[in-house]
């Protein structure tokens, strides 16, 4: 059985610019990172801004309680705006550190990196 060969992601026959790819690719990571911890994000913010002290045992009665009263789509709360936010912000900070790798790792010493190249 053979694989199918890599090919570069195409639109229209033009093939993507990596710079732009890592963009999105960032920008959709990000997103999708922030989306799965914006539950607790909300419940932290919740605490901050009320008397009530912090406790880790009673984060699942305030996530119930918003749950309750506000529904379970309250737990996202706010979190159009932080994706507005972090799209731009991962995806050039995902395209700057591929730019930043590739320029520092040689084509001859990828399986040999020193110390400084293996940190990025």
Not at 62 to 83: F, P
């Amino acid at each position: 059985m053979t694989w199918p060969t890599k090919s570069p992601v195409t639109i229209d026959n033009n093939p993507m610019p990596s710079q732009f790819r890592n963009l999105v690719a960032g920008g959709l990571a990000g997103m999708m990172a922030k989306s799965v911890t914006a539950p607790l994000d909300r419940i932290k913010i919740l605490f901050q801004v009320s008397a009530e002290p912090f406790r880790l045992s009673a984060v699942p009665r305030v996530a119930m309680t918003i749950c309750r009263e506000e529904g379970v789509s309250a737990l996202w709360k706010g979190n159009t705006a932080t994706l507005i936010r972090v799209f731009p912000y991962a995806g050039i900070q995902f395209m700057t550190f591929d730019f930043i790798k590739k320029r520092f790792v040689s084509e001859g010493h990828k399986n040999h990196m020193t110390g400084a190249e293996s940190f990025f």
